[in-house]
């Protein structure tokens, strides 16, 4: 395999009903920043049926090319045609590295590709970097139960590979009206000739709560001590109108849902204010909330992790600041709407 044939970082971009996710715009960020230290061009690959316009708002975020396969076999995502389309655009241009979204459509595509190749995937990474000179991609996350972290390499196989979660990479800001180049391909590929079919696509309404949308997340750990302890993250939440976090510990201890996990093993949240209390700060917790707009920690445990990772720290009992905190937020809360009651009756007095 000679390395040199191999350049310029891609992007997967999942779509679904004409709409991009929004972790591959995030990917086209991260992908800029590893193209641009290369010295190569950022590329996107699309793949689906009545797709190519989205090819303009892929270039507004970053993208130099854009790889476009579409075609009514790709209405609906199945593994094998757009591992086909995938697999035929690498063989014909020969990428370095591809990044997908570790989404269940991304990571099912990036490792049926990867075993194809055959090449090195790197799942669920939280951080990428890329050596200048040899394009050695650096892809770390979180390993050994969330302890350390480990950054891994595919040293003898192009390209690389990585899957990487929603929200833990940054959108560039969209530059209306920039353009790139387009190139359109296609694989001669009969219907008859894949194995799986959509019958029915059947939409289940459940009502959950998305914490990865809230604004003010309320996140507790095992040092709240049982689950009728956990009853004051959804008090203090509650009162904020924000959304309930919680670290692994308290899910395994069935304290709280799965869908409210933060971390590696749960979900990546950004919101505006995020409460850690009672949390220790392990790695594979830190790199579901570490992106947060301001992090607030309480733990008595004054060498706790978390406290490396927070912009505001309180070192003491949850059980004795919560309860402080609720009193004074509903305090603050219910002047500040008696102050726009008064408003509205002077505006119409």
Not at 72 to 79: A, L, Q, S, W
Not at 149 to 170: E, F
Not at 176 to 200: A, C, F, H, S
Not at 270 to 285: E, L, W
């Amino acid at each position: 395999m000679n390395f040199e044939d191999y350049k310029g970082i891609w992007v997967y971009i999942e779509e679904q009903e004409g709409v991009i996710a929004p972790v591959s715009l995030e990917l086209l960020g991260a992908g800029r920043q590893l193209a641009d230290k290369r010295g190569v061009e950022l590329a996107g690959v699309l793949i689906g049926n009545r797709v190519k316009h989205l090819s303009q708002t892929v270039f507004e975020y970053g993208a130099d090319t854009v790889y476009v396969y579409d075609d009514p076999i790709f209405e609906h995502y199945r593994t094998e045609p757009y591992m086909y389309a995938l697999l035929d655009c690498c063989q014909k241009h020969k990428p370095e590295v591809i990044l997908y979204g570790a989404t269940p459509t991304g990571k099912d595509l990036a490792s049926a590709v990867a075993t194809d190749l055959p090449t090195g995937l790197t799942a669920d990474t939280t951080m990428l970097d890329i050596e200048e000179d040899t394009g050695l991609l650096l892809a770390s996350r979180p390993a050994f139960g969330g302890n350390i972290m480990a950054t891994i390499l595919c040293k003898k196989y192009r390209p690389q590979m990585a899957t990487v979660r929603p929200k833990v990479m940054k959108a560039l800001k969209r530059e209306p009206g920039r353009t790139g180049k387009v190139v359109e391909e296609r694989i001669w590929l009969r219907e008859e000739d894949v194995r799986t079919k959509v019958l029915e696509i059947v939409r289940e309404t459940t009502k959950k709560v998305r914490i990865d949308e809230a604004d003010i997340v309320v996140a507790g750990g095992k040092g709240l001590e049982s689950k009728e302890g956990f009853q004051l993250i959804h008090q203090l939440a509650d009162v904020l109108g924000g959304a309930v976090g919680a670290s692994r510990d308290v899910v395994e201890a069935g304290w709280i849902d799965h869908h409210h996990q933060v971390g590696q093993t749960g979900v990546t949240v950004t919101p505006k204010i995020y409460f850690a209390i009672g949390i220790s700060g392990a790695i594979q917790h830190l790199v579901g909330m570490q992106n947060s707009g301001l992090i607030i920690a309480i733990n008595k445990d004054p060498h706790a992790p978390i406290f490396q990772a927070c912009h505001y720290g309180i070192v003491g009992d949850a059980f004795e600041i919560v309860p402080l905190l609720i009193e004074h937020f509903k305090q603050a809360l219910a002047h500040l709407n008696e102050a726009a009651v008064t408003e509205e009756e002077v505006r119409h007095a």
